[in-house]
């Protein structure tokens, strides 16, 4: 769970950080601070076997509701996805009030 949150985070800063610059400029910035991200957390040895070797990319597709946008997708690697999805699973499931 900590990852999907550093993940978003991440993004959202870089966008933030290069507000001034083209959506090509800010998806580039975006993809190198994950690819870090990534790289991060395999070197603290959070969880490796979940990360190492593991991908997202990100990509700017076109929005169905409005084909004059653009919506960012994040094209994840199988297993990192799947660990992803457990992990949400389980913290809805946990009943944990915030």
Same mark, same amino acid.
């Not at 690819?35 to 959070?46: C, M, P, T």
């Not at 653009?70 to 996805?81: F, G, K, R, W, Y």
């Given at each position: ?24 400029? =800010?998806?580039?910035?975006? =993809? ?10 395999? =070197? ?8 190492? $070797? ?40 946990? $009943?944990?009030?915030?």
């Amino acid at each position: 769970m900590f990852f999907s949150w550093d993940l978003a985070k991440t993004i959202e800063q870089q966008f933030q950080l290069h507000t001034n610059s083209s959506l090509d400029v =800010q998806v580039y910035e975006a =993809q190198k601070a994950v690819d870090r991200l990534i790289k991060q957390y395999v =070197q603290i040895q959070a969880n490796p076997a979940a990360f190492e $070797g593991q991908s997202i990319k990100l990509t700017l597709e076109e929005d169905e509701a409005d084909p004059q946008a653009s919506v960012l997708a994040l094209q994840t690697s199988p297993h990192l996805e799947a660990l992803i999805l457990q992990a949400q699973e389980q913290h809805q499931g946990s $009943g944990s009030i915030n």
